[in-house]
């Protein structure tokens, strides 16, 4: 049985990745904000703002609940998921927990293309975003360094960088965490 979570900042490239890398292994995808607009039938912009971020933080909490009973997955967190409640231990604990570890500059561009999905960021003002992005991560760290591995994800830009990700991150993790037996091999 394979469980990954893949956690990180938004814009770090769960979702990308956590894609290819499903697809790849032969494994369901689940990205949680989709897992949580399927649920509800809202947006997660919508949900946050009706429910405020406390409110959001508990259905985010109960949605991971729900997601730890699929086996064989990859999913894709929230990238505050790990930083509420006992999430990170919680998946910890049900699996294999990779921090997607990406310099604030990349997050910066990747959230300059994206960040109208981002509800944390959606109006922040260009010349504010990446001082908001290096405090934040800075405020997330000790959440994130609490996964099972780190992976740089910094390399997610066009399939050709993906395919290469992929390998790698098959290599450093998978084969670490959920190595195949001989049998398997063969």
């Not at 790849?24 to 949680?32: A, E, K, N, V, Y």
């Not at 729900?66 to 049900?94: K, L, S, W």
């Not at 000790?142 to 099972?148: I, L, V």
Request: with cysteine; hydrophobic share 40%; proline share 4%.
């Amino acid at each position: 049985m394979i469980r990954l979570f893949l956690v990180g900042f938004m814009g770090s490239g769960k979702t990308t990745l956590g894609r290819a890398l499903s697809k790849d292994l032969g494994l369901t995808f689940i990205d949680m904000d989709q897992y949580i607009e399927g649920r509800f039938h809202r947006t997660v912009s919508q949900l946050f703002s009706e429910r405020g971020e406390e409110g959001f933080r508990k259905l985010e909490r109960n949605m991971l609940h729900e997601i730890c009973e699929v086996e064989d997955v990859v999913v894709a967190t929230g990238g505050g998921v790990p930083c509420f409640f006992d999430n990170m231990q919680y998946m910890n604990e049900r699996g294999v927990t990779v921090w997607l570890n990406v310099p604030p500059s990349v997050i910066h561009t990747r959230l300059l293309i994206s960040r109208s999905k981002r509800p944390l960021v959606a109006s922040m003002p260009e010349e504010e975003l990446l001082g908001y992005i290096v405090s934040s991560l800075a405020e997330r760290e000790p959440y994130y360094s609490r996964a099972a591995c780190v992976f740089d994800g910094s390399l997610l830009e066009n399939r050709e960088q993906i395919a290469k990700s992929v390998a790698r991150f098959k290599k450093e993790i998978t084969d670490v965490y959920f190595p195949h037996s001989e049998e398997e091999k063969k």
